[in-house]
Nanobody, 125 residues
Framework: VQLQASGGGLVQAGGSLRLSCSAF????????MGWFRQAPGKEREFVAT????????AYADSVKGRYAISRDVAKNTVYLRMMSLQPEDTAVYYC???????????????????WGQGTEVTVSS
């Protein structure tokens, strides 16, 4: 499985962006797709995840109410709509895919089997 993320960029505080991540290859066993982010000098942290079947979602407290994760099953694509962006949202955003995990809506990096290359989001004040 390969993941291709896109949609990052530079935006002013208060602005919005939408990230996309498409999965290619043996995606028939997808259970979840999620987003994580890593700011300079910090560890990678959970942002949001969505269960492929049914569409249940979970969010980090820091983004709840501002971010929305969604998916298009036919396109094997997950989206992350980010609104009211703040400078502290600046990070490289990574998408991830879970195929064999037993966890429900995993929030940790080892809950995912495949990772995209990351897309950079910079929010200026």
């Amino acid at each position: 499985v390969q993941l291709q993320a896109s949609g990052g960029g530079l935006v002013q505080a208060g602005g919005s962006l939408r990230l996309s991540c498409s999965a290619f290859g043996r995606t028939f066993s997808t259970r979840h797709m999620g987003w994580f982010r890593q700011a300079p000098g910090k560890e990678r942290e959970f942002v949001a995840t969505i269960r492929w079947s049914g569409g249940s979602t979970a969010y980090a407290d820091s983004v709840k109410g501002r971010y929305a994760i969604s998916r298009d099953v036919a396109k094997n694509t997950v989206y992350l709509r980010m609104m009211s962006l703040q400078p502290e949202d600046t990070a490289v955003y990574y998408c991830a895919l879970d195929t064999y995990g037993s966890s429900y809506l995993p929030r940790v990096t080892n809950g995912y089997d495949y990772w995209g290359q990351g897309t950079e989001v910079t929010v200026s004040s």
